[in-house]
């Protein structure tokens, strides 16, 4: 079945790093993304990464995926108040002829001092 | 600026009463999409468009209805058989080859609020 997994919150003080953690089901999956949300927008591509990747790095983002326990983890690095929102998980499946993402339901990342 | 425009961003709805929502792109994509926000839960997609004059129902079509006539324009109608409507509504499109394996990048819009009075 389609089903993409988060955890709900995170909460990390300002300047630590932030790992946000992902489980997917699609194993034919060939790009996992991570959108951001701010409140009462839409989403944002913050990266995507390749299934035949291990690892993508983005300036203060690093993506990691683990393809034989199906499992992708954002890493925010010196993590900032501007960093607070919600972070979606998403994968793509081909179905219907066309690829279709599947998303988790979001873990919000708060940011105290 | 290319982008997508939604409207209204806030929009209240009377029991029996259908609304529209509006979404427009002027970045030449193909394909569109509608999708449904609930607190706590993903994106939930209710009907995408991959080209004009066409388009499918995604996961959860009943009671919304959708027309594309033009390639830039994709409005959602929220009709009163959907009996639960009170959602955040988001557009996105993408540069979309139909069957291929490719990076499908989407791009939303800033979201409508739909709340029953």
């Known amino acids: 079945g389609e089903d993409v997994e988060q955890s709900l919150f995170l909460s990390v003080r300002e300047g630590d790093s932030s790992v946000i953690n992902c489980t997917y089901t699609?194993?034919?999956?060939?790009?996992l993304y991570w959108y951001k949300q701010e409140p009462g927008a839409g989403l944002q591509l913050l990266t995507y990464?390749?299934?035949?990747?291990d690892m993508k790095q983005d300036q203060r983002l690093t993506v990691l995926l683990n393809k034989k326990d199906k499992h992708l983890s954002l890493r925010i690095a010196d993590t900032q108040t501007g960093d607070s929102a919600i972070y979606f998980c998403a994968e793509s499946m081909f179905s219907g002829g066309y690829n279709k993402l599947i998303f988790g339901a979001g873990t919000r990342l708060a940011v105290h001092p | 600026d290319g982008g997508i425009t939604q409207s209204p961003k806030y929009l209240f709805r009377k029991e029996g009463q259908n609304v529209t929502l509006s979404c427009e792109q002027n970045l030449n994509h193909d394909a569109m999409y509608w999708y449904r926000q609930d607190p706590g839960q993903g994106l939930r997609l209710i009907y995408y468009s991959q080209i004009v004059n066409d388009f499918q129902k995604g996961d959860i079509a009943e009671g919304y209805s959708v027309s594309r006539e033009k390639k830039e324009s994709f409005p959602l109608t929220v009709t009163s058989a959907q009996k639960n409507p009170t959602a955040f509504y988001l557009c996105?499109?993408?540069?979309?080859?139909?069957?291929?394996?490719?990076?499908?990048?989407?791009?939303f819009g800033s979201g409508t609020q739909l709340s029953v009075l």
């Open positions: 990464i390749f299934s035949n990747m």
């Open positions: 996105a499109s993408s540069i979309q080859a139909r069957g291929s394996f490719g990076n499908e990048k989407l791009f």
């Open positions: 699609d194993s034919s999956s060939t790009y």
